[in-house]
Nanobody, 121 residues
Framework: EVQLVESGGGLVQPGGSLRLSCAAS????????MSWVRQAPGKGLEWVSD????????SYADSVKGRFTISRDNAKNTLYLQMNSLKPEDTAVYFC??????????????WGQGTQVAVSS
């Protein structure tokens, strides 16, 4: 059974940083295309970033490009999202997802339970 467990969320001031982690189990992590998706309060799902199985290819939504960095450690079965220069509009629940989610859908892929990020002064 695929399990994805996110951690690292919290409350941070505008301009601050957080690093999210996603611990993966139940599948061959090193062969899995991974994504981060977020959902702001009262809004729909938004694709944030994704990374190829080997980690060599990454992509970002325009809203986070230059501020967020996705990475993975296949030896530790862990996915990361380094978030810098955070803005209030980054406030959301962040989900780790196995699979491609450029147009996010909960009916596709395997999803973690999410971790809450709140950006506020």
């Amino acid at each position: 059974e695929v399990q994805l467990v996110e951690s690292g969320g919290g409350l941070v001031q505008p301009g601050g940083s957080l690093r999210l982690s996603c611990a993966a189990s139940g599948f061959t992590f090193s062969a899995g295309f991974m994504s981060w998706v977020r959902q702001a309060p009262g809004k729909g799902l938004e694709w944030v970033s994704d990374i190829s199985a080997g980690g060599g290819v990454t992509s970002y939504a325009d809203s986070v490009k230059g501020r967020f960095t996705i990475s993975r450690d296949n030896a530790k079965n862990t996915l990361y999202l380094q978030m810098n220069s955070l803005k209030p509009e980054d406030t959301a629940v962040y989900f780790c997802v196995l699979g491609i989610q450029r147009t996010p859908s909960r009916s596709r892929g395997s999803w973690g339970q999410g971790t809450q990020v709140a950006v506020s002064s």
